[in-house]
T-cell receptor, first 113, second 113 residues
């Protein structure tokens, strides 16, 4: 186990709704990255937070937003949910801005109907 | 749990044999690489990493080889066990993007008893 936790484990939402997913990083880590993993594919980078600031973003629309708190835990918010947002959402924690190993949580499975 | 390897290349090996999983990466600027193992319904699990100033790194039962000339990475698993059955991803980190990782499409490893 990595020490990275995510909640909830599973979630079912309706198209157009909003959702908030949560992640607690591993002790000592100050960077959290969020990834979306569609079924049968590799994870795709959404964005990263380093010391409470967004530190890079992938090719996702603005309705995907996030926060990082002083204890380095993080939230991913998705507004106006679409059917294609159904996926496994993963957070990964690491230390610092450089190229360091990152550890993933178990993910939140989001289903949009 | 749900399968994350529905349409992935599959490698089938006999228990006890050695496995070699290959990955072609895209960005010649990438200078840090990680291999992850993902079991059904779980987040990716860190296996081993390698930096671009190395061409080989060994861990417990695993070896990663890096060929920068042809942008190729491989993961060798010695004495493959049934517990090694999973989807394996390589992830690359371009130098200029700090801790943002790009994942390959993955390879499903089936270990036959």
């Amino acid at each position: 186990e990595t020490g990275v936790t995510q909640s909830p484990t599973h979630l079912i939402k309706t198209r157009g709704q909003q959702v908030t997913l949560r992640c607690s990083s591993q002790s000592g880590h100050n960077t959290v990255s969020w990834y979306q993993q569609a079924l049968g594919q590799g994870p795709q980078f959404i964005f990263q937070y380093y010391r409470e600031e967004e530190n890079g973003r992938g090719n996702f629309p603005p309705r995907f937003s996030g926060l990082q708190f002083p204890n380095y835990s993080s939230e991913l918010n998705v507004n106006a949910l679409e059917l294609d947002d159904s996926a496994l959402y993963l957070c990964a924690s690491s230390y610092g801005q450089g190229s360091y190993e990152q550890y993933f949580g178990p993910g939140t499975r989001l289903t949009v109907t | 749990g749900e399968s994350v390897g529905l349409h992935l290349p599959t490698l089938s090996v006999q228990e006890g044999d050695n496995s070699i999983i290959n990955c072609a990466y895209s960005n010649s600027a990438s200078d840090y690489f990680i291999w992850y193992k993902q079991e059904s319904g779980k987040g990716p699990q860190f296996i081993i990493d390698i930096r671009s100033n190395m061409d080989k790194r060994q861990g417990q039962r695993v070896t990663v080889l890096l060929n920068k000339t042809v942008k190729h990475l491989s993961l060798q698993i010695a004495a493959t066990q049934p517990g090694d059955s999973a989807v394996y991803f390589c992830a690359e980190n371009p130098q200029y993007n700090f801790n943002k990782f790009y994942f390959g499409s993955g390879t499903k490893l089936n270990v036959k008893p």
